[in-house]
């Protein structure tokens, strides 16, 4: 059974969000897999000021927010998201070009190829590899997204966020790192803008590198059917979709999801996959590739709530 919210804290929320506090919320709406159970609060601020008092709110409570970004590279549980969800309105949408053009501030709900497009159209380099890479510019952040020998960690100048209070701080290096697919950043911390220092090239060399991008991204991934991206991490010196395929579980199904037979590191949901579904695919890859190479496939999509 569903454990309810700390008594009032709904009512909290609701106060200055009204309709976008949304109890029960299925989170298969909101995920590019269109799989995922409820949420037992989901919640799309559409300020720093109305962020901030949904995590002032739930702070003394001990119950646990997830931010969700834009849904993509997550496979959300069946038995949904206990807690809040955070989802990021249209408030955190805005982007903001320097005036040297040497850079932009985007805020975390901009979605990351329309930037990358926007950057490639001003004759400004660094975000080119990113075209077809879905999702929100916060969760690339998170994700340290990367494709074609780029990745976002090379072009971040600094990190607008909130704390898991509510404090409003700023991250920069040294103290903002990176690793393959992930960034170091503090337990709690909400992102809401991110400042990416580009630099100034010929527009049709940028536009050329952007088109190349587009042109393997378009070869290499299936299309039509909903997905999480890459399912595995690429392990050293080799390719999870090389590896998956090599144990010849292209085309494998569970329930209604699938190994992509165009990309094996793919799953696609051929419609009403459940998450076990998928879970069971993923499952299986690890196996067999283990078994056959001694390499144990690291996922890169992130799972979560209850299974």
Excluded: C
Excluded at 17 to 38: C, K, V, Y
Excluded at 276 to 295: F, H, I, N, P, Y
Aim: glycine letters at 14%; proline letters at 5%; aromatic letters at 4%.
């Amino acid at each position: 059974m569903r454990a309810a919210l700390p008594a009032g804290l709904v009512e909290a929320i609701r106060a200055p969000l009204g309709s976008r506090a949304r109890p029960g919320e299925p989170l298969a709406r909101h995920t590019s897999f269109r799989i995922g159970g409820p949420a037992d609060l989901l919640v799309l601020p559409a300020t720093t000021d109305e962020l901030a008092h949904v995590l002032r709110a739930a702070a003394p409570t001990g119950v646990r927010v997830t931010l969700l970004g834009g849904g993509s590279n997550v496979l959300v549980g069946d038995g949904g998201i206990r807690g809040i969800v955070v989802k990021l309105g249209r408030g955190f949408a805005a982007v903001e070009w320097r005036a040297d053009g040497t850079g932009v501030r985007a805020g975390a709900a901009v979605q990351l190829g329309r930037l990358a497009r926007a950057a490639v159209a001003r004759g400004l380099a660094g975000l080119e590899y990113a075209e077809g890479i879905p999702g929100t510019v916060g969760g690339a952040l998170f994700m340290n997204a990367g494709a074609y020998g780029g990745d976002i960690a090379a072009a971040v100048d600094a990190v607008e966020g909130l704390e898991a209070d509510g404090t409003s701080r700023s991250l920069a290096p040294p103290g903002l790192t990176f690793r393959y697919r992930r960034a170091e950043l503090p337990r709690g911390f909400v992102v809401t803008a991110v400042h990416f220092r580009l630099r100034p090239e010929a527009q049709p060399a940028v536009a050329a590198r952007m088109a190349d991008a587009r042109t393997r991204r378009v070869a290499a991934q299936p299309h039509g059917r909903a997905n999480a991206g890459s399912i595995f991490k690429n392990p050293n010196g080799d390719h999870a979709g090389r590896l998956i395929e090599a144990v010849g579980l292209k085309g494998l199904r569970a329930g209604r999801a699938r190994i992509s037979e165009q990309h094996a590191n793919f799953i696609v949901n051929e419609g009403g996959a459940r998450a076990v579904d998928v879970k069971t695919l993923m499952d299986q890859a690890q196996r067999a590739v283990w078994e056959r190479s001694g390499v144990w496939l690291e996922p890169e999509v992130q799972l979560v709530g209850s299974w």
